[in-house]
């Protein structure tokens, strides 16, 4: 089993930053891959973020690319997300999620933390 602990998050105005954290603990030595999502009053949840575990590749949503940076630290099996020139649209509830060898799928999903962006 693998659990994660979110960190971070909170009100910014645009144009300001955010570093969001995620921690894993449990069997972590399973990880494939972690990811950000988030989703936003009566919207559908949707992906930002991902960084694969083996070769370090990420993958962007198009509306943050160049904006927001996904990272990790392979000492604590943590993942990260630095989120920049922020913007009233990226308002949302942002949950860190992960994937095993169990799965291919994100199986394992956070508590999630709100970020807001105030115009």
């Known amino acids: 089993q693998v659990y994660l602990v979110q960190s971070g998050g909170g009100l910014v105005q645009a144009g300001g930053s955010l570093r969001l954290s995620c921690a894993a603990s449990?069997?972590?030595?399973?990880?494939?891959?972690m990811g950000w999502f988030r989703q936003a009053p009566g919207k559908e949840r949707e992906f930002i973020a991902s960084?694969?575990?083996?070769?370090?590749?990420?993958s962007y949503r198009d509306s943050v690319k160049g904006r927001f940076t996904i990272t990790r630290d392979v000492a604590w099996s943590s993942v990260y997300l630095q989120m920049n020139s922020l913007k009233p649209e990226d308002t949302a509830i942002y949950y860190c999620?992960?994937?095993?060898?169990?799965?291919?799928?994100?199986?394992?999903w956070g508590q999630g933390t709100q970020v807001t962006v105030s115009s």
């Open positions: 999620a992960l994937r095993s060898s169990r799965i291919p799928e994100y199986d394992y």
């Open positions: 449990g069997r972590t030595n399973s990880i494939t891959g």
């Open positions: 960084i694969n575990w083996d070769d370090f590749s990420t």
